[in-house]
């Protein structure tokens, strides 16, 4: 008996070190395709400056646009890609297709605004930040993985985020 009962544990110890594993798995790759997305539009940025005339923000904004639409970046509602100006102020808004237009909560949130604000003054250049943030329209309370780059070219911060609750919800389906 004591023998089935060791043998127990062991067999609990190893599925949950499994499960921890597929976990962090997991994380970090909702963390690498926040990053990835972003990467993605600064290379395509970058690439359009690389012909020697200069983009116009406005340009930008519509090759970014294009971009996204194209690549079914944040089309899936998982991520979602966002350009602010250092002050804050929205220059992509995908819950928006794409305007300037500061209809959503988040154009307002004071912890968004604070690491806009962070990365734009910090050497690296990006941040990782986890936040509660609440949709004013719906009320709804997401828990939050967000990836801020500060593109300097045009001063702008790009972040990128994806609801942890979510995640949550995949790895209790793993699981059970």
Request: charged content about 25%; overall charge negative.
């Amino acid at each position: 008996m004591a023998t089935l009962g060791v043998s127990n544990v062991m067999t609990f110890k190893v599925l949950n070190e499994g499960i921890e594993r597929y976990v962090q798995a997991l994380t970090k790759t909702n963390n690498d395709e926040l990053k990835y997305e972003i990467e993605s539009i600064t290379r395509f940025l970058d690439y359009d400056k690389s012909s020697n005339t200069a983009l116009s923000r406005e340009e930008a904004i519509s090759h970014i646009n294009s971009y996204i639409k194209t690549h079914e970046l944040s089309v899936d509602k998982e991520f979602k890609i966002w350009i602010f100006d250092t002050d804050g102020n929205v220059i992509y808004n995908p819950l928006d297709n794409g305007t300037n237009q500061q209809t959503s909560s988040i154009a307002n949130d004071k912890e968004y605004l604070e690491k806009i604000k962070e990365v734009s003054q910090s050497e690296k250049g990006y941040l990782y930040a986890d936040f509660i943030y609440e949709m004013k329209e719906n009320n709804a309370k997401y828990n939050t993985k967000a990836y801020f780059y500060y593109y300097k070219p045009y001063n702008w911060v790009i972040s990128s985020s994806y609801d942890k609750n979510e995640l949550d919800k995949n790895i209790t389906e793993y699981t059970n």
